[in-house]
């Protein structure tokens, strides 16, 4: 659920004077994104996305942001293209914000994706990792390994509100992985948070991916964690094997995995499971009251990393060894 | 801020192949109207909006409204239009909620309207109750006078968490505008929310007016009333005596005002005050926890409230006596 900043009439025409899009005829505020406000704007040139950028969005990240979308569709990704104004610039100032206009892309997110679009996905994410690897900006994730203790401390003392015994069970968890976390896999840019929420589908053909304001260098194999996590779970959060090997079937046809990404694949998804369970369980335990944002529940998190924590090989996710 | 109900995909297109809009290219959750579900749609044929009635609406009350959008189409009112289906139908039921698909409007709602556009909102209001007086269906307005005692019941008790002796301040408006209402000024269809979020401008021409699910039958005067405590009051909540001039002035000058309606004007924006003072009242008391709309402050319509009692006649809100 997107946040709505509001935009003063006169100031929303002045910014849109710099660009060479006509005149607004219209401009809605959508439910897209859950870091930044976003908006449908219709001009005379047609339907672009507006994105005001707010304040957990580091606005020193931003070049980077919308360098990758142009590099990437550089290389036949479809993704949200900056429009720059007439003076060239992809990135202004709105309502004492960060904005960017980015092109209008068709397609429809899938609620509960079938077999075949984690098929597609995953020949998406390779295609994906494939057109970055000449991208030459660089950003450090700031959700990874090192981040996850600061994330535990904030939830630590309340986590039990959520289920009894949880700091401990997260705690057990993090000196895991910080014992066992791989530092020697293919590295390169990745999405970060490639939910189905960010793909956009014509029918069972990928349409577009969206939402790329995670993304950072890290290893490769890790987005395919991520990824798999959001994808391949049943709505009881059982995991589906089919939907597993759809999307690891159709990576491998494009960016085959070498035998250290396939041997640490049930460790990054424990990892990518921690991730998103810890940012979730800050989120829920701090939502103000009458907020805008909905949190969304920890438990899913928490149930995925307690299957990975009972996997031994990648086999059992749908690898082929 | 909207609420969004969840579409399945499978259903979704199964809702659309009813229509002729050929397939579906997007469809954004976006933050309009307050009672229901409303998405941008994207087709083959075009934008539309699909909107999901929640339950604060009486599917028994659609056809009224479908019906009045098409009417006043008729009479030159641009608001949306029901897209029928192949079979005719105005009307469905998608994910388990009444829904249809009305045509998508361009236009910018005014976030802080200026006093032409107050005078333009006048000239469109007249020109609304202009084209509804032959609309043949008739709808008892839910939020009427009867319906403020039951009102001000769910919000009695714990109305003196807002401001301390509310509760007694309200029993004493209601009283009075029980024992003074008028019963004889000219009645129609009103739209009976005509605030600045429903009326759609390109610059300072009205291009619009949109979420008619208040609108029922009503006295004319009582749906200018409305739109002038809308529209006429500024941020701090003093009177902005320029734009109810501007208001009145082009209302008049398209439907003359009787001697009648001049003189229960006062009352009549005492009374509109308080039908919003109590409905944002009761919705700000039983927000739930982590509710995904966030309540309107009660203390702009009790303010202006407070303004009214002070008034003693038409001609200080503006009009010309």
């Known amino acids: 659920m997107a946040v709505y900043t509001e935009i003063a009439d006169a100031e929303l025409e002045a910014f849109l004077t710099r660009y060479d899009l006509g005149a607004i005829l219209a401009l809605k505020g959508i439910a897209e994104g859950v870091e930044n406000s976003n908006y449908l704007l219709q001009t005379q040139a047609g339907f672009f996305i507006l994105t005001l950028y707010e304040k957990r969005v580091d606005s020193r990240d931003l070049p980077f942001f919308l360098s990758l979308l142009e590099h990437l569709a550089s290389r036949d990704i479809n993704c949200p293209q900056p429009v720059r104004t007439k003076a060239g610039e992809a990135l202004g100032t709105l309502a004492g914000r960060p904005a960017a206009i980015v092109t209008f892309l068709e397609g429809?997110?899938?609620?509960?994706?079938?077999?075949?679009?984690?098929?597609?996905l995953g020949a998406a994410l390779a295609k994906l990792h494939a057109a970055g690897a000449d991208f030459t900006l660089s950003r450090q994730n700031a959700l990874a390994l090192q981040a996850w203790p600061s994330l535990y401390q904030l939830a630590e003392a309340r986590a039990g509100e959520v289920r009894p015994g949880l700091a401990a069970s997260l705690a057990e968890e993090l000196q895991f992985l910080g014992r066992n976390w791989p530092d020697h896999l293919p590295k390169?840019?990745?999405?970060?948070?490639?939910?189905?929420?960010?793909?956009?589908?014509l029918g069972?053909?990928?349409?577009?991916?969206?939402?790329?304001?995670?993304?950072?260098?890290?290893?490769?194999?890790?987005?395919?964690?991520?990824?798999?996590?959001?994808?391949?779970?049943?709505?009881?959060?059982?995991?589906?094997?089919?939907?597993?090997?759809?999307?690891?079937?159709?990576?491998?046809?494009?960016?085959?995995?070498?035998?250290?990404?396939?041997?640490?694949?049930?460790?990054?998804?424990?990892?990518?499971s921690l991730r998103f369970a810890l940012t979730r369980l800050v989120d829920w335990l701090n939502v103000p009251k009458g907020a805008l944002v909905h949190p969304k529940d920890p438990l899913e998190y928490l149930a995925k990393l307690e299957f990975h924590r009972k996997v031994t090989s990648a086999e059992e996710l749908g690898v082929k060894g």
Chains 1, 2 share one sequence.
């Open 204 to 272: 069972e053909r990928v349409s577009g991916l969206i939402d790329f304001y995670f993304a950072c260098t890290d290893m490769l194999a890790y987005d395919l964690a991520i990824s798999m996590n959001a994808w391949c779970f049943a709505p009881d959060f059982s995991y589906d094997l089919a939907k597993g090997q759809a999307l690891f079937k159709a990576y491998e046809k494009i960016r085959p995995l070498n035998r250290d990404e396939i041997a640490a694949l049930p460790i990054l998804a424990r990892g990518a």
């Open 108 to 120: 429809l997110s899938a609620k509960l994706p079938n077999v075949a679009q984690c098929g597609a």
């Open 188 to 201: 390169g840019v990745i999405h970060a948070d490639l939910f189905p929420d960010n793909v956009l589908f």
